[in-house]
RNA sequence: CGGGGCGUAGCGUAGUGGCUAGCGCGCUUGCUUUGGGAGCAAGAGACCGGGAGUUCGAAUCUCCCCGCCCCGACCA
């Protein structure tokens, strides 16, 4: 029984200075954490016991998975990172330390290296695949910018898995065990989620989702389609064209344009020029980026930005893309500020990557590679060629479903999981194989797992609050039950604490506000600030032989039966 | 890393060169109060982020450093 007389708990009657999102805001003032440096946080009692039991859904989800708990240090040496080439790779969001010989350690940001090698250590044949294993392990990374209080953290704590299997086809079933094995998690968890596809990245590997808990404060943005299911960060938006059906037009034609540096003012232009009815989605906007010191060019039509971001989720292998400087310009003269076309990208040496909606055979109105110039039937196929296309341009809302040409809805979610087909990589590195049925030597194949258990704090935390404070899903909560004793007469304190020593009894978790001091308002503000979903009032009413039930979601007070409040109760609190 | 803001008691804050740094919450003691963050009285608690400088005099001005928050970039 956590009793509030004796329990480490100061809330908070103001909102912490240095705190924006509710949830950081919240479990500051309801003490459940205290921010150390910025990104890193301790958990006071109220704030353990609640990620405590985070991590335990979590792990007796992964073991009813059949998944085998492990547990690797945090503090880890370098080799193993140097041959997987992520001591270099990860750049300075990898903590690094020396010991007092000058040998380099690190913190461990991700511990694929370690789950490879364990298994290397212990296994030799297919006999022994599959595997899956699993740990909930502190991770460090020194992010450039920590935020949001614990939603992300410089040190939290995540649990991840891997699986080994000997092929794509037993690979493909581990992450089908995986993804069922988070399905019942978040559920469990209370947290309403979005599965979405994502885009794998550098990594490879062939199927990559995420689980999004959609949320205001979240970092992450990813469409929905409401009609078909369909759901995408919005890195992974796949855009679907009709093949071009006009029909071609003459020549291309040039034609001056002065004072048109935007594509509003273009369209004003064409309107005059050539008789109302001109969009902006008409022109075609050439944007030069350089891709690792190699110039680029990413066509896409001119009322959409290019989203760096997607563009560069979609350009694996590449380590930083930024939009073209003067300087950059000065290296290209047959590139005219202002007024880019595709038509002579050849000649420039410039790839050409384009949006889907640049189809074949479509036509364009864009600049002429001349100053004060623009150009209208500019054709795609036959006045210049696309390279490559490419997922680049922003996506709206509105956008239509890659499935069912439905507008799609935009909404913003925090991750809470992350599940992808890894393949090779780490298996290769670090030379990860089993010998065959036929004795032949074999590359495992992995896939990688993750939960952000102490995200999840602050996730469900974002989800089930409301304006006057936290309101945890049962089993997340510090307690079941929040029984307050109000007045002063000794006689309520002590059936309050009968109360709650006989419904310890029946196996609820209880939290007892035995404080003699603060008044009644005080005693119920902290208790709707804490968040415990069901709340119990012994006082006033105990004269009538009452006391008060109250649903802390709903805000439902009803009177009960001293005699029968413990029956009432557990029923209540057990049925929900 | 670029841009913006901030740093005064456990928390929230006032204080733009002048006396002993002020207030609210919280904390301690006493009395009163007791169903929606009670009242009165008496207390404890601050090297004003750090260092250097300007000045008769610095929380306040200057320089350097450190820390924190927000937007962006970044985030297997």
């Not at 590997?205 to 990813?222: I, M, N, Q, V």
């Not at 439905?406 to 194989?433: C, N, S, W």
Request: charged content about 30%; hydrophobic content about 40%.
């Amino acid at each position: 029984m956590l009793k509030m007389s004796t329990l480490l708990l100061r809330t908070l009657r103001d909102d912490p200075a240095d705190a924006e999102v509710a949830s950081h805001r919240l479990l500051v003032r309801a003490g459940y954490v205290r921010r150390i440096a910025a990104g890193i946080y301790s958990w006071l009692p109220l704030g353990y016991i609640t990620y405590r039991n985070i991590e335990k859904i979590v792990r007796e989800e992964m073991d009813a998975a059949g998944f085998q708990e492990v547990h690797f240090p945090a503090m880890l040496p370098k080799e193993p990172y140097e041959k997987t080439n992520r001591w270099d790779e990860y750049g300075d969001d990898l903590f690094r330390l020396q010991d007092r010989r000058k040998n380099d350690y690190l913190l461990g940001p991700t511990h694929e290296e370690m789950f490879t090698l364990m298994v290397k250590g212990e296994y030799s044949s297919y006999k022994d695949l599959p595997l899956s294993i699993y740990q909930i392990q502190t991770k460090f990374r020194d992010e450039t910018r920590p935020r949001s209080g614990i939603i992300r953290g410089r040190e939290f704590v995540m649990k991840d898995s891997y699986s080994f299997d000997l092929d794509d086809e037993g690979l493909a079933i581990s992450y089908e065990k995986h993804r069922a094995a988070y399905i019942k998690t978040f559920t469990r968890l209370g947290l309403k989620f979005n599965i979405v596809s994502a885009v794998s990245g550098a990594m490879g590997g062939s199927r990559s989702e995420e689980f999004l808990a959609p949320c205001s404060t979240g970092e992450d943005t990813y469409v929905l389609c409401e009609k078909c299911g369909y759901a995408a960060n919005v890195e992974a938006m796949v855009t679907k064209v009709a093949p071009y059906s006009g029909s071609t037009p003459s020549a291309p034609e040039v034609f001056d344009s002065p004072n048109t540096p935007t594509i509003d003012t273009l369209v004003e232009l064409l309107n005059t020029k050539f008789g109302p009815g001109h969009k902006g989605s008409d022109t075609l906007k050439n944007v030069m980026l350089m891709a690792d010191k190699k110039a680029i060019s990413v066509l896409v039509p001119g009322d959409r930005e290019v989203d760096l971001k997607r563009l560069q989720a979609n350009m694996p292998g590449v380590k930083e893309i930024r939009v073209f400087e003067d300087a950059d310009f000065a290296k290209f003269p047959g590139l005219v500020k202002g007024y880019i076309g595709p038509q002579d990208a050849k000649k420039n040496g410039i790839e050409v990557l384009a949006d889907p909606r640049i189809v074949v055979g479509s036509h364009w109105i864009t600049g002429a590679n001349v100053k004060d110039q623009h150009v209208r039937f500019l054709t795609n196929g036959r006045d210049f060629a696309v390279d490559r296309y490419i997922e680049a341009a922003e996506v709206r809302a509105g956008d239509t479903c890659p499935e069912c040409a439905t507008p799609v809805i935009i909404d913003r979610a925090i991750e809470i999981g992350h599940i992808f087909q890894l393949g090779r990589k780490y298996a290769q590195a670090l030379d990860l194989t089993v010998l065959d049925k036929d004795g032949k030597s074999r590359v495992v194949t992995m896939g990688s797992y993750g939960i952000g258990v102490s995200r999840a704090v602050a996730a469900i935390a974002e989800q089930t609050h409301d304006e006057i404070g936290l309101s945890w899903p049962r089993e997340v909560a510090p307690a079941d039950v929040h029984i307050i004793a109000t007045g002063k007469e000794d006689e309520v304190f002590k059936t309050a604490q009968t109360l709650a020593e006989d419904l310890e009894e029946k196996g609820l978790r209880i939290m007892f506000d035995d404080r003699r001091d603060p008044s009644a308002g005080v005693k119920f503000k902290d208790s709707e600030l804490i968040g415990i979903p069901f709340i119990v009032v012994v006082g006033k009413a105990l004269a009538e032989g009452k006391v008060e039930f109250r649903i802390r979601k709903s805000g439902e007070k009803q009177e009960i039966e001293l005699l029968k409040a413990v029956s009432a109760i557990y029923a209540a609190v057990t049925a929900s």
